[in-house]
T-cell receptor
Framework: GEDVEQSLFLSVREGDSSVINCTYT??????LYWYKQEPGAGLQLLTY?????DMKQDQRLTVLLNKKDKHLSLRIADTQTGDSAIYFC??????????FGRGTSLIVHP | EAQVTQNPRYLITVTGKKLTVTCSQN?????MSWYRQDPGLGLRQIYY???????DKGDVPEGYKVSRKEKRNFPLILESPSPNQTSLYFC??????????????FGPGTRLTVT
């Protein structure tokens, strides 16, 4: 089946930028998503990008998509302690049922 | 308030004792699904439903059953739970269609421990 890969951990200092990377294998991916999971909570959609876009910016969040390399990244500018969470990359292909990565734990320290 | 609710939030049970985890959404969504989340494995889909009386297997359906008799409810049934089903379970819902973006709304999770 299709696969989505992410690194498991990222540690950054408060105020720095965070970049979380994701690679996927499904060449028919239509939408790519970033979800955030805070401790003890369900997943919440942060942002998404359509496969014909290269970049999407939403306040402190920037999503970059390299469709040729099947690489997706999420940049969080001015990272705050409240950004500490698990971030999931996900994609939907023709089935419109998402495949999730394993999640990247972002740790923000003072 | 638009939401997906799950009950119970926490459950400790013993091997073989049948249990049901309920899921309900108030957004009139056609699509509902169940995931389990395990450390290092991320989210894996158990079952999904495209509409009432339409269900299908996800990636890890063994040991689970679901039903979709009403649009708003999608219970997860473990007929004979085993310790390897100890996990964090999430229900989610969304609208469906083609060529459109569909955000999934997740419930708060049910932490199940089978001893």
């Amino acid at each position: 089946g299709e696969d989505v890969e992410q690194s498991l951990f990222l540690s950054v200092r408060e105020g720095d930028s965070s970049v979380i990377n994701c690679t996927y294998t499904d060449s028919s991916s239509t939408y790519l998503y970033w979800y955030k999971q805070e401790p003890g909570a369900g997943l919440q959609l942060l942002t998404y990008i359509f496969s014909n876009m290269d970049m999407k910016q939403d306040q402190r969040l920037t999503v970059l998509l390299n469709k040729k390399d099947k690489h997706l990244s999420l940049r969080i500018a001015d990272t705050q302690t409240g950004d500490s969470a698990i971030y999931f990359c996900a994609e939907t292909g023709g089935s419109y049922i998402p495949t999730f990565g394993r999640g990247t734990s972002l740790i923000v320290h003072p | 308030e638009a939401q997906v609710t799950q009950n119970p939030r926490y459950l400790i049970t013993v091997t073989g004792k049948k249990l049901t985890v309920t899921c309900s959404q108030n957004m009139n969504h056609e699509y509902m699904s169940w995931y389990r989340q395990d450390p290092g494995l991320g989210l894996r889909q158990i079952y999904y439903s495209m509409n009432v009386e339409v269900t299908d297997k996800g990636d890890v359906p063994e040991g689970y059953k679901v039903s979709r008799k009403e649009k708003r409810n999608f219970p997860l049934i473990l007929e004979s739970p085993s310790p390897n089903q100890t996990s964090l379970y999430f229900c989610a819902s969304s609208v469906t269609g083609q060529g459109q973006f569909y955000e999934q709304y997740f419930g708060p999770g049910t932490r199940l421990t089978v001893t």
